[in-house]
């Protein structure tokens, strides 16, 4: 306000006062406040009685000393009280801590199969312990998933010819089902850790991990894909490090598809958590201490009050970790959305505002302030800004046909093992029957992909609109999304059995309990991103109804739907392992489909078969989204984007 009124006095004769622009320079803060060179502020001079007689100028540089504070101050910081806000913070990381080393003594024990397996005891007061081994995996999974995210999205996005060959493996990685990923790396697993339990735990982690981290990959390549154009030539033109680049505009831009994505993954986790805990590969049994082998050691002695107790502790769970974990990100990010007006009702979070009032963690990042600098400028030093060059996607070099030529060849040798792999070990016949069993998995997969968008994309868009609709509806959300649906399988398997209900209907409903949220998810996502400034501007305009779902909405969401539909796509293949096969106690419901073709495999330990059932469905997967997914991926970065 008062800049704004300066311009309007400056030509009045009669002065009483004088106003001095002066130049802020960072070695006036002390403290070690950065970031503020070349900075023009506009401060009373001393002779100043007030603001509001202001009416003439001069221009000088006096003593910053009289005009400002830094902050904050030595004296300050060794005044700082200890609130109620820092005893909590404190005793909350205590207690923390010693919760994550009492759980994690259970990974040394001693694991020599077969004379020595961990068990599952059933009494329910077991189960804080269990869901605290489950809940530490989880986030070590989703620590290894972030990491994994940023550094292969990041190289797919801006290499061309590493783009060609990773999303591609993207693709089938995601294609490849839990268990096909547990049937390879369980036995290595036990032999890297010979001894010790650490080898069956690392086994779950990673598997753990394949659920999560295929869709925050793909979340973090496409939003990489679409910065907005103004911010990445506003990069280059001050001449930002690749490092700077990645710190400053990219991750900021992809922060609340990436949470989002990160929030719904790891709900997903929680979805194969059962099958990472209680392992049955190759004719072997493994279970590891946890509530997801507890729920199976429950549904295989059909004890439904065991079961009632692990359904409550996983829902308990589910809400602490929204409430102190993903619900304080979430009111993190909402300061990446790009407008120019902020949102009058933004999110909120009682933990994120119990962060910003305690004064310990401020000190702590102001401590540890000169290494990330130091780190910052060692990394840009090492990035340098490319120089900037007009590149024609469309022309290939020498480099660029050499390149093709050799994946020509590599995919041709490939091919060549496969069919030779198929003539010798299953033969065409078999290969017809698993090419059949995927026709059928793949209509689920279609119905279940159009019932998604039709249902919940309205859903996602009314809630990533509304942050005060979000405030009540995003936690319950996220528990739904993070509920294991497979714990809800044995009540859905004595529905089916008790309503004669065909299973081979039923999976469609049992896979959407699980993949339907990447929708979801993403629409709120896509939602949020949609600037403030454009839907008032939206309303300004009188755009309601398709005119604003075709003019706003469905440019606004796109790239990030794209996402949420490919991922559920992968989603709902690797669930039809899980879904196609249900049991309640001696009960088993089979349908016809190539989920259940590979859960059969893996049980009797067919490597031939289940070789075969993860070719066909990584076949189906990778040939979808090359047919469908990637060119629409092409229509978000060319045309539906902000």
Known sequence: MLAESIPNRLDRPNCKAAVQL??????????????????????????????????????????????????????ALRRLPVGLADLAIVLGT??????????????????????????????PRNLPY?????????????????????????????????????????????SVPVLGFLSITVTGFIALFPGSLLGLEAASIFAIFTSQAWNMTFSFYQSLRTVPKELDEAATLYRLSGWQRFTKLEVPSAAIGLVWNGMLSFGAGWFFVVASEAISVLNQKYT????????????????????GWALLSIAIVIILVDQLFWRPLVVWTDKFRLEQSSSSNAPESWVYDLLTTARIPSLVVLILRPIGDTIDRSLSALTPPKAVRAVDPDRQTGSDRLYNTLLLVIIGGLIAWILHFVVTTVGIAEVAKAFGLALLTLARVIVLLIFSTLVWTPIGVAIGFNPQLARFLQPVVQFLASFPANFIFPFATLFFIRTGVSIDWGSILLMSLGTQWYILFNSIAGAQSIPTDLREMADDLGLHGWKRWQNLIIPGIFSAWVTGGVTASGGAWNASI????????????????????????????????????????????????????????????TKYHL
């Not at 995210?149 to 996005?157: C, E, K, R, V």
């Not at 050691?297 to 439904?304: T, Y």
């Open 22 to 75: 002066t130049r802020r320079d960072d070695r006036a803060v002390s403290a070690g406040v950065a970031g503020v060179v070349n900075a023009w502020r506009i401060v009373p001079s001393r002779g100043c009685a007030n603001e509001s007689n202001l009416c003439e100028t001069e221009f000088s540089r006096p003593n910053l000393s009289h005009c400002m504070k830094t902050f904050p101050s030595s004296e």
């Open 94 to 123: 205590l207690a923390l801590l010693g919760l994550i080393a009492r759980i994690g003594e259970g990974t040394l024990v001693s694991f020599r199969p077969p004379n020595q397996l961990p068990s599952v005891d059933l009494d």
């Open 130 to 174: 269990y869901a605290g081994r489950s809940t530490l995996r989880m986030f070590i999974a989703l620590f290894c998933s972030t990491v994994f995210t940023l550094a292969y999205g990041y190289i797919a996005a801006h290499n061309r010819r590493a783009e060609r060959v990773m999303i591609p493996l993207l693709d089938i990685l995601q």
């Open 288 to 307: 590891l201490p946890g509530i997801g082998s507890y729920v199976a050691a429950a549904v295989a002695a059909k004890n439904l009050p065991d079961l």
């Open 578 to 637: 899980i879904s196609e096969v249900v049991a309640w106690g001696s009960t088993t419901l089979t349908a016809t489909g190539l989920g259940a073709y590979i859960a059969k495999a893996t049980e009797v330990g067919d490597w031939s078969r289940i070789s075969l059932g993860i070719g066909m469905m990584s076949i189906f997967v990778v040939g979808f989204n090359r047919l469908l997914w990637r060119r629409l991926y092409k229509l978000a970065e």
